[in-house]
Every structure is written in structure tokens, then in C-alpha cells.
């Protein structure tokens, strides 16, 4: 077996000054009239959970709506901490107009 670094835990991590994160974050998905649906979500799972889960409360199909967060469109494919979100941040939701 090889001689490896250690990555510390529980006590030893917050003496070393590393930051303990929760592993889920609260995020906030908004739409335009200010109705706030509130997701609870793994920091790293990829945010296309929350999208299909959002649309699947308000009834909408998924290709129908933009997810936008600190005006940048959020990646499906990407995590919440890929986009740098913090407990608390708020996704506004846009739908497309077709036609």
C-alpha cells in the first residue's frame, strides 16, 4: 500500500481551519409573478434534478423554461457548486414564448 495524504475529518478538520460545508444546500427557484418553490439538494448533484423536479410541480415541459442564476443560464449538467451557489441563492425561471 502506498503512503498517501490523509484528507481530515470530523474534529481535525475544523482545527486545521479547513471550512465544514453541509453537503446539501437550500436553493430557491422563482418565477416571474414571485411564486418561490424551495428545493433542498446535494451540492454535488447536477442541477437537471432540480429542473425536471420544478417542472414537474408547476406541470411545465422542461424545454418551455430557462434557469437563470446571477444572470448567467444555469447548465443542467453542471452542480450547484460548478455554478458557485450558496445556501439560500434564488434561480429565476423564465419560460420561452413560442410562436
Known amino acids: 500500500m502506498?503512503?498517501?495524504?490523509?484528507?481530515?475529518?470530523?474534529?481535525?478538520?475544523?482545527?486545521?481551519?479547513?471550512?465544514?460545508?453541509?453537503?446539501?444546500?437550500?436553493?430557491l427557484v422563482k418565477d416571474p409573478w414571485e411564486?418561490?418553490?424551495v428545493f433542498r439538494i446535494k451540492r454535488s448533484a447536477q442541477l437537471k434534478k432540480l429542473m425536471i423536479a420544478y417542472c414537474d410541480k408547476k406541470s411545465a415541459e422542461l424545454d418551455n423554461m430557462r434557469f437563470v442564476h446571477n444572470g448567467r443560464l444555469v447548465r443542467p449538467n453542471l452542480t450547484p457548486d460548478e455554478h458557485e451557489m450558496e445556501s439560500g441563492d434564488v434561480i429565476?425561471?423564465?419560460?420561452?414564448?413560442?410562436?
Open 35 to 37: 411564486n418561490v418553490v
Open 2 to 27: 502506498g503512503v498517501g495524504r490523509r484528507v481530515p475529518v470530523g474534529a481535525q478538520r475544523n482545527m486545521l481551519g479547513v471550512p465544514n460545508r453541509p453537503t446539501r444546500i437550500l436553493l
Open 92 to 99: 429565476d425561471v423564465v419560460p420561452v414564448l413560442l410562436g
